[in-house]
């Protein structure tokens, strides 16, 4: 399989290239098929996929993530997060339940069965992927992203097409602010409040009136955190000195840290993800960068600490899962055991975000009675407290953002780690609520139900 990570486990099952599709079937995984169940189409007009997608005994999710590409890594590790989910959902695991009770064998007794496309991080050829879910098999439930850029595309498409949609990774404070819609939901952390949790661990770290270099990615995630991150800092004296922005998968970032390193930054800011963290993270240090300055990531990929072999030592970084909170949470120990035991690693941050939002899409459903997306939607702006691996979240009505905490956490030294997969440490678990912006504030207006 292309891109897959030395050590990380088993291949997956599926292997699909950027222009095939192939279904998969965690009913195959699980084992026998699930008994047929009612449509729920007498009490509905039919919209979207609706009754069509969910009148047979088995329902279709699709799935586009980066497979190949800068951020191909990270969507292996989230495409694993939704099979096990999956795979959960299916048999009725003790897991599934605690957070969804209803669930005994699939989705209101239907079994879920699911597609892979890869969408190389690229909004076109998610649309494409996802659009042919959606004709081809009736899905009821799209997914993926990586790239926010694929978020808010995919959110548009979602609402176009009335197919629910639950992103995968994404960070743009747009995602739920002004490309907000009426049928897509996030449940993971974004740059608001990666920004605001972070913000003051740095003040307190290395004082008021510092100056600070950026290195950007050119696209929403990049420019709605490296904003987020700024208007915070700037609240404590803090001036931007340079802020470099280069395209998502630079294969070279001399010229750029050539002009951070001339700034007179005391502190590097690098909102760089996936593989392109690790590369301007690399040549930073090949440069000198970081013999002038500080190192902060405020929008973390766990994966990094180990693909730039030892430079996160120390480094602060904001981040949504670490699975060292099993201490703390009941949940986490279970999802961590479980996702070891199938995969031979500890699952990062994308996995975690892919198998909290099918477990919390299955309690919907299963609390709404039906498939019918409206019906399922106004069950999500309950607002209800629900379980997940980071303690007890829930879902604003105003723009379909999961109000979570943010975990900060800081690179262990060498010495310090207990096991190949000990990297960080948590430093805090910083609370969902009061870390965002009031729900109007980024231009969020949700669409129609219908």
């Given at each position: 399989m292309k891109n897959k990570a030395a050590g990380r486990g088993p291949s997956l099952d599926i292997s699909i290239s950027r222009r095939h599709l192939l279904q998969g079937?965690?009913?195959?995984?699980?084992?026998?098929?699930?008994?047929?169940?009612?449509?729920?189409?007498?009490?509905?007009?039919?919209?979207?996929?609706?009754?069509d997608?969910?009148?047979?005994?088995?329902?279709?999710?699709?799935?586009?993530?980066?497979?190949?590409?800068?951020?191909?890594?990270?969507?292996?590790?989230?495409?694993?997060?939704?099979?096990l989910a999956v795979e959960h959902i299916n048999s009725g695991h003790e897991l599934i339940k605690k957070i969804s009770p209803k669930t005994t064998k699939g989705v209101l007794g239907k079994e879920v069965k699911f597609g892979v496309a890869d969408s190389a991080a690229k909004p076109n050829e998610a649309v494409q992927a996802q659009q042919r879910f959606i004709t081809e098999n009736k899905a009821v439930l799209i997914t993926g992203a990586t790239s926010s850029a694929v978020a808010v595309a995919s959110n548009k498409l979602a609402q176009?097409?009335?197919?629910?949609?639950?992103?995968?990774i994404s960070g743009s404070n747009d995602t739920t602010g002004k490309d907000c819609v009426r049928y897509g939901f996030r449940q993971n952390f974004y740059g608001q409040t990666a920004a605001a949790a972070i913000g003051p661990v740095l003040v307190k770290t290395f004082g008021k009136n510092k100056k600070a270099a950026y290195l950007t990615p050119d696209y929403t995630y990049g420019h709605t955190v490296t904003k987020s991150v700024q208007d915070y800092l700037a609240t404590a004296g803090w001036t931007t000195t340079t802020n470099q922005v280069a395209p998502l998968g630079a294969p070279d970032y001399s010229s750029y840290l050539l002009n951070v390193a001339n700034s007179g930054a005391d502190v590097l800011i690098n909102v760089n993800w996936g593989h392109d963290a690790v590369l301007s993270t690399q040549q930073a240090k090949q440069f000198g960068v970081l013999d002038k300055m500080k190192l902060v990531v405020p929008y973390q990929i766990p994966f990094i600490a180990p693909e730039t072999k030892g430079l996160m030592q120390g480094v602060y970084a904001a981040t949504d899962y670490w699975w060292t909170v099993e201490d703390k949470f009941p949940l986490a120990k279970m999802f961590n055991d479980a996702f070891d035991k199938k995969?031979?690693?500890?699952?990062?941050?994308?996995?975690?975000?892919?198998?909290?939002?099918?477990?919390?899409?299955?309690?919907?459903?299963?609390?709404?009675?039906?498939?019918?997306?409206?019906?399922?939607?106004?069950?999500?702006e309950k607002g209800e407290t629900l379980p997940s691996f980071v303690g007890d979240v829930h879902y604003r009505a105003e723009d379909h953002q999961c109000v979570r905490p943010v975990i900060i956490v800081r690179g262990k030294m060498e010495k310090d780690m207990k096991s190949k997969d000990d990297y960080w440490e948590v430093v805090e678990i910083v609370p969902g609520e009061s870390l965002m912006q009031k729900p109007d504030a980024f231009g969020c207006h949700l669409g129609d139900y219908t």
């Open positions: 079937s965690a009913g195959i995984i699980g084992g026998s098929l699930l008994p047929a169940m009612p449509a729920f189409a007498a009490d509905h007009a039919a919209i979207g996929t609706y009754p997608g969910s009148s047979g005994s088995s329902v279709f999710i699709g799935i586009a993530v980066p497979r190949t590409g800068t951020y191909a890594l990270q969507g292996e590790d989230e495409l694993k997060g939704w099979q176009r097409e009335k197919v629910l949609y639950v992103s995968g995969y031979g690693y500890k699952p990062e941050w994308g996995a975690e975000n892919a198998y909290i939002s099918f477990a919390h899409w299955a309690r919907m459903v299963e609390e709404a009675g039906t498939f019918y997306p409206p019906d399922v939607i106004k069950t999500y």
